[in-house]
């Protein structure tokens, strides 16, 4: 079945209930006057609720409520954020510069509005040790509570522990904020390649 609405001679009803074109009430009308006031306005009739009793029809300009449609949902897409889900893998026994590389990566993750699948990787004897892979993870989880929160509590698969962080910002929070940041930076970009004005000689 087409999604498109049927409009001027493909509508086949004898009477509809019209809408004017600024969106006002005209009333039940036979589909000749509808189709003849169509033609005045040079517009077209188009089925706004087919399963109406008669029918409701609107006049408008069809060509240009699709453009405008298309550009509506095309815009509604590029709005729309998908999470995504990052990775960062650490060993149990880790440095604390390599600790800090790695917690750096996921507060960056967390302020992008992504969620963070930390993976503690156990090696040979580490895994009787699943102690020190779980007090990893809590570490890291406070030391970034103010951007995420434990999703999912660390739990042992195989010879790796997993715990997941789900960020306190909505992806098109995050996005909205790097947008309006990379708006400011632009601006004082500008402001400082601007050459100063001369003081006027006396």
Partial sequence: MSAEPRI????????????????????????????????????????????????VCKLMDYGKFKYESAMKAREARKNQAHTVI?????????????????????????????????????????QSRPELGYRLLQR?????????????????????????LGPHKKKTEAMAEAREAQAARKAERQQTDSPAEEPAEA
Avoid at 99 to 119: A, N, P
Avoid at 156 to 164: E, L, P
């Fill in 86 to 126: 990052k990775e960062m893998k650490l060993r149990p026994k880790i440095d604390p510069h390599d600790y800090d590389t790695k917690k750096g990566h996921v507060v960056r993750f967390l302020k992008q509005g992504d969620k963070v699948k930390i993976t503690i990787m156990f090696r040979g004897r580490e």
């Fill in 140 to 164: 890291l989880a406070e030391d970034v509570q103010e951007l995420g929160f434990v999703e999912s509590n660390p739990k042992q698969d195989g010879r790796n522990m997993i715990m997941v």
């Fill in 8 to 55: 001027n001679d493909r509508i086949r009803v004898p009477e509809v209930r019209l809408v004017g074109p600024s969106g006002e009430q005209v009333g039940i009308v036979p589909l000749a006057k509808a189709l003849e006031l169509a033609q005045e306005y040079d517009l077209d009739l188009v089925e706004v609720a087919a399963t109406a009793r008669p029918p």
